[in-house]
């Protein structure tokens, strides 16, 4: 979504509606892990940075010989438990989210393995066999997966990304919305709560594989430079949803419209202050993040990918426009180091629209990591009168029923569309967002709202796509992550 402020509240799922045009709403790193010496990315990875065996190492910690309990800083923030035996293993989470994953068993052997990962998921990815042992691999995958994620002699790396096989495991996700979007107050400022762990834990322990963090860092930016406060707490939150052993999605999400000059003199136009801006933002981020591991995937931007040639939002969309900021957005974040170099990064579709995108002039951007790590961003919101409309229009009115056999056909049809552009393009597809409200003035038929998530979902995901749910606290409770009994039968049913 594309969030405005002082627009009034669709009950429990919006606080504003998707980037529309006027005349239709409906167009909306190496070494990370320690080398053989031991040693962290980014945290004193040199032979001698930990400290000697006689001294267990200070609390920079991580190198040779430092396996004492302050060589990494206490059970659960860097050495304890899983930096006990042979030195400098190395664990990056709390006691039950890394402390334990670092074990001799699962990690420990022969110098500064690491995980970043919970213990049921970076343990495994870390074992002795598939990444611990022989030069410290570090493994950021999910148990079952860790072991290709960190493989012997590998130095230190995880895996390379396979965006296609990464698609598969992100399964059924949901947003954080209305929160670190916010523009007026960051994070409660829409009346959410603040994002806890319990939460986080929550939906993990109910079958979200992936959870998008939309976040609007320019309002809280002063001078182009990114408040730090800012940035820490979405870097606790991604370390919580990675704990989990959840993927996560951290963007730049729409923000006073500053990306296509909305509202300005040269609105729908890309303009070089706002190159200039975009790529200052994302060395900021991509830095802030670059030790965060491969379940991090980083999007460019939201819905803001509405250029239009000579400024005519009614006119020919520029894709070529779109081009040049996505392939900035690549670039850009590669050379900021740390997992950087080789994440999985997610590209803007034309206003994140089926249609618009699927162009021959679209162009995935050139990778410096080389082919296979980079994801199309698209939304999807069809019908606009069943998903979100409330007030009748000249072309429609709101409509409290979906399912019949032309709206299904519609549905797939759009698709099976996406998904052969998806295939000729060789770029998969991550459904950044998908929601039905429940209606305010319009309620919506709960049969009808089940019928058309699961559609959704099940028709991406049988495509290799990811659906990514946008909610704001109307099927998940901010609490604990529980869901509404409508989202629980779709998440029943996917199984």
């Known amino acids: ?31 990370s892990g320690g080398n053989v010496t031991g040693g962290a990315f980014g945290s004193g990875g040199a032979p001698n940075a930990g400290g000697n065996s006689s001294t267990g190492g200070s609390s920079s910690a991580g190198g040779r010989g430092g396996a004492g309990v302050s060589s990494g800083g206490a059970t659960g923030t860097g050495g304890g438990v899983g930096g006990s035996a042979s030195g400098g293993a190395r664990t990056d989470g709390a006691a039950g989210s890394g402390g334990a994953a670092g074990t001799i068993g699962s990690g420990g052997l022969s110098g500064g393995a690491r995980t970043d990962a919970a213990a049921g998921s970076g343990g495994a990815g870390g074992g002795t066999s598939s990444g611990g042992a022989n030069g410290g691999a570090r493994a950021d995958a999910a148990a079952g997966s860790g072991g ?53 834990n929550g939906i993990a322990s109910r079958g979200i594989k992936t959870v998008r963090v939309p976040v609007a860092w320019d309002t809280y930016a002063a001078g182009g430079v990114i408040d730090a406060s800012k940035l820490n707490r979405v870097k606790e939150v991604v370390g919580w949803i990675d704990a989990a052993g959840m993927y996560s999605i951290v963007n730049i999400h729409w923000d006073g419209g500053w990306i296509f000059n909305e509202n300005k003199a040269n609105a729908y136009r890309l303009t070089e202050d706002v190159k200039t801006k975009f790529a200052n933002y994302w060395k900021q981020i991509a ?4 030790s965060v591991g491969h379940r991090l995937v980083l999007e460019g931007l939201n819905e803001e990918a509405q250029f239009y040639v000579n400024g005519n939002a009614s ?28 994440r999985g990064l997610l590209i803007a579709g034309f206003a994140t629209d089926i249609t ?64 052969t552009f998806s295939t000729n393009k060789k770029i998969p597809v991550i459904l950044g967002e998908f929601a039905v409200t429940t209606g305010q003035k319009v309620v919506r038929q709960s049969a009808s709202r ?43 049913d996917l199984k």
């Not at 627009?7 to 509606?17: E, H, K, S, T």
């Open 1 to 31: 979504m594309s969030h405005r402020p002082l627009v009034p509240f669709l009950v429990g799922v919006f606080i504003a509606a998707c980037s529309v045009t006027a005349a239709d709403p409906r167009d909306t790193g190496a070494n």
């Open 148 to 200: 290709v994620a960190g493989a012997t002699g590998s130095g230190g790396t995880s895996s390379p990304v396979d965006a296609v096989a990464m698609a598969k495991a992100m399964g059924f996700g949901t947003n954080i919305g209305n929160t670190f979007d916010n523009t007026t107050s960051w994070e409660t400022g829409w009346g959410e709560p603040l994002v806890t762990q319990a939460f986080i």
């Open 287 to 290: 830095t802030g993040f670059a």
């Open 315 to 342: 006119g020919t969309p520029d894709i070529a426009a779109l081009n040049q900021l996505n392939q900035l957005f690549v670039t850009t974040v590669r050379a900021q180091g740390g997992y950087n170099a080789t």
């Open 356 to 419: 618009k995108t699927c162009v021959d002039a679209f162009a995935v951007p050139t990778d410096p990591a080389g082919a296979g790590k980079l994801f199309l961003s698209i939304h999807y919101y069809d019908p606009y009168t069943f998903t979100l409309m409330e007030d009748p229009a000249s072309w429609g009115s709101p409509a409290s029923t979906w399912g019949t056999d032309a709206e299904k056909k519609a549905l797939q049809d759009a698709f099976s569309k996406l998904g």
């Open 450 to 492: 089940v019928s058309w998530m699961e559609g959704v979902a099940k028709a991406a995901m049988s495509r290799g796509m990811v659906p990514v749910l946008w909610d704001t606290g109307t099927d998940i409770k901010r609490t604990d992550g529980s869901f509404t009994n409508e989202l629980q039968t779709v998440m029943n």
